[in-house]
């Protein structure tokens, strides 16, 4: 159903004298590299927010205190990084910084399917932060492109496109997480599970890893995507001067 509302969205916006998504401006393969990089970083970190917390309160056994503690972590990585990337996009171009960001998202991602049963503290506050300092150096310098590639008559539904995106992302981020966190659980136990299983901490860390190393491997692809990007902006930047 929802694909066939897709489309026929898709129909009558083409159509349509004043459209509510204009896709034209998806004609500019930039600007749809660039949102669909966006897209990547949100599954990601999608996958990861429904993720810990379960690891944190059901496998470590934390309080609610203790976890929401490790939880911030993120948020004020993010909140420190993303102004000084947005600062320096400014003065060294975006395309090498969202390029890093993504890399160092992927890298978090896969150290942080590697935790188990006792991880040390600063060993867990280590991968957090690699992971949220990736995010925080991706996203401002991307926004920035995202906006730049497109004419001043269109920035009003590209920023709503960037939104869009975002918050796709995150609810494709939680279903692809669950999917995989208890479709690996299942398997471990042999039999079907839609929540955490006391006393079975090995199949929860089975389906933990597949779930972080899936989104690991979302935002390399997004990385991937971004390193053709920059070879392309450096190309033209010298085939102009």
């Given at each position: 159903?929802?694909?066939?509302?897709g489309?026929?969205?898709?129909l009558?916006?083409?159509?349509?004298?004043?459209p509510?998504?204009?896709?034209?401006?998806?004609?500019n393969?930039?600007?749809?590299?660039?949102?669909?990089?966006?897209?990547?970083?949100?599954?990601?970190?999608?996958?990861?927010?429904i993720v810990?917390?379960?690891?944190?309160?059901?496998?470590l056994?934390?309080?609610p205190?203790?976890?929401g503690a490790?939880?911030?972590?993120?948020?004020?990585?993010?909140?420190?990084?993303?102004?000084?990337?947005?600062?320096?996009?400014?003065?060294v171009?975006?395309?090498?910084l969202?390029?890093?960001?993504?890399?160092?998202?992927s890298?978090?991602?896969?150290?942080?399917?590697?935790?188990r049963?006792?991880?040390?503290?600063?060993t867990?506050?280590?991968?957090?932060?690699?992971?949220?300092?990736?995010?925080?150096l991706?996203?401002?310098?991307?926004?920035?492109?995202?906006?730049?590639?497109l004419?001043?008559?269109k920035?009003?539904?590209?920023?709503?496109?960037?939104?869009?995106?975002?918050?796709?992302?995150?609810?494709?981020?939680?279903?692809?997480?669950?999917?995989?966190?208890?479709?690996?659980?299942?398997?471990?136990l042999?039999?079907h599970?839609?929540?955490?299983?006391p006393?079975?901490?090995?199949?929860?860390f089975?389906?933990?890893?597949?779930?972080?190393?899936?989104?690991?491997s979302?935002?390399?692809?997004?990385?991937?995507?971004?390193?053709?990007?920059?070879?392309?902006?450096r190309?033209?930047?010298?085939?102009?001067?």
């Amino acid at each position: 159903a929802a694909a066939a509302s897709g489309a026929a969205f898709y129909l009558l916006e083409r159509r349509s004298a004043q459209p509510l998504l204009d896709f034209t401006i998806f004609g500019n393969r930039w600007f749809s590299i660039s949102i669909f990089c966006a897209f990547t970083s949100f599954v990601a970190l999608s996958c990861s927010n429904i993720v810990l917390p379960f690891y944190l309160q059901n496998a470590l056994a934390m309080s609610p205190g203790e976890a929401g503690a490790y939880l911030t972590i993120y948020p004020l990585v993010l909140a420190l990084v993303a102004p000084l990337s947005g600062y320096a996009s400014d003065r060294v171009g975006p395309e090498a910084l969202t390029m890093a960001g993504l890399a160092l998202t992927s890298l978090g991602l896969f150290l942080m399917s590697g935790l188990r049963e006792d991880p040390s503290r600063w060993t867990l506050v280590l991968f957090i932060v690699v992971m949220s300092f990736g995010n925080g150096l991706f996203q401002s310098p991307n926004n920035s492109l995202v906006m730049s590639l497109l004419p001043a008559e269109k920035l009003g539904v590209g920023g709503s496109v960037n939104a869009l995106v975002r918050n796709l992302g995150m609810t494709v981020g939680v279903a692809l997480s669950t999917a995989i966190l208890y479709g690996g659980m299942s398997a471990k136990l042999g039999r079907h599970v839609t929540s955490y299983v006391p006393g079975r901490n090995d199949a929860f860390f089975y389906g933990m890893r597949l779930a972080y190393v899936a989104a690991a491997s979302v935002c390399l692809v997004g990385a991937a995507v971004t390193a053709v990007r920059l070879i392309w902006f450096r190309k033209k930047a010298r085939g102009g001067a």
